[in-house]
């Protein structure tokens, strides 16, 4: 089974800086790619950024690309998000994601995520 932990989170003024990290224990020997998404009240949960597991290939949403990096620690098995210059409009619950499916290259999608974190709130002030 596999569990994911985020933390990091809280509360910074727009242009502030967070990291979040995200734990991940079980299936380290089928694990794809790690992801981040967000979701604000009454909005759609939506894909951040995501990581390749063992080819460590980074990629993100065109709203983030400049601002936040993805990382991960194979060792500590832990998955990261630097996230620079935050806005007010990305005030949101932070999740973290696992694919052990492998269907999508990159996957942007909720569907393509097997794995679910229980969620971090970020909290951005004007």
């Known amino acids: 089974q596999v569990h994911l932990v985020e933390s990091g989170g809280g509360s910074v003024q727009a242009g502030g800086s967070l990291r979040l990290s995200c734990s991940i224990s079980g299936g380290a020997f089928s694990r794809y790619t790690m992801g981040w998404f967000r979701q604000a009240p009454g909005k759609e949960r939506e894909f951040v950024a995501g990581i390749t597991w063992t080819t460590n290939i980074a990629y993100y949403a065109d709203s983030v690309k400049g601002r936040f990096t993805i990382s991960r620690d194979i060792a500590k098995n832990t998955v990261y998000l630097q996230m620079n210059g935050l806005k007010p409009e990305e005030t949101a619950v932070y999740y973290c994601?696992?694919?052990?499916?492998?269907?999508?290259?990159?996957?942007?999608?909720?569907?393509?995520?097997?794995?679910w974190g229980q969620g971090t709130q970020v909290t951005v002030s004007s």
């Open positions: 994601a696992a694919d052990y499916t492998g269907f999508d290259a990159r996957p942007r999608t909720t569907g393509r995520y097997d794995y």
